[in-house]
């Protein structure tokens, strides 16, 4: 599944979630919408994560070459987390086998 077609079965799988639960307005719609912006984030950090590493190299002040933590491992942990806190704000869990959530989260 193409990120776009996955990015849309989660939103959908989210809205369909809140119907199920009576969870309507437009605040939650707002939240969805607020967790999709994350997810997009959450693939960005991933992708840089993948093509640059865990470790990266930078030139220090003094001009030599040294290695440090990719900032991208870090704020992924925090996005991460800010995506579990919406879904609780939201009465949402990650649904079970086959759904758009699968090894999303």
């Known amino acids: 599944m193409g990120k776009k077609s996955m990015r849309k079965a989660i939103?959908?799988?989210?809205?369909?979630?809140?119907?199920r639960n009576g969870?309507?307005?437009?605040?939650?719609?707002d939240?969805?919408?607020d967790y999709m912006a994350l997810w997009d984030v959450k693939k960005l950090l991933l992708a840089d994560i993948q093509?640059?590493?865990?470790v990266v190299d930078y030139i220090s002040n003094n001009g030599t070459m040294n290695?440090?933590?990719?900032?991208?491992?870090?704020?992924l942990v925090?996005?991460?987390d800010r995506m579990v806190k919406l879904l609780?704000?939201?009465?949402i869990a990650p649904a079970g086998e086959g759904s758009a959530f699968d090894g999303e989260m």
Do not use: C, F, I, P
């Open 88 to 91: 609780d704000a939201l009465g």
């Open 11 to 19: 939103k959908t799988d989210l809205m369909e979630q809140m119907e």
């Open 67 to 75: 290695k440090k933590k990719n900032d991208s491992v870090g704020e």
């Open 31 to 33: 939240l969805v919408d």
């Open 78 to 80: 925090k996005v991460n």
């Open 23 to 29: 969870t309507t307005g437009q605040y939650y719609t």
């Open 51 to 54: 093509e640059r590493g865990a």
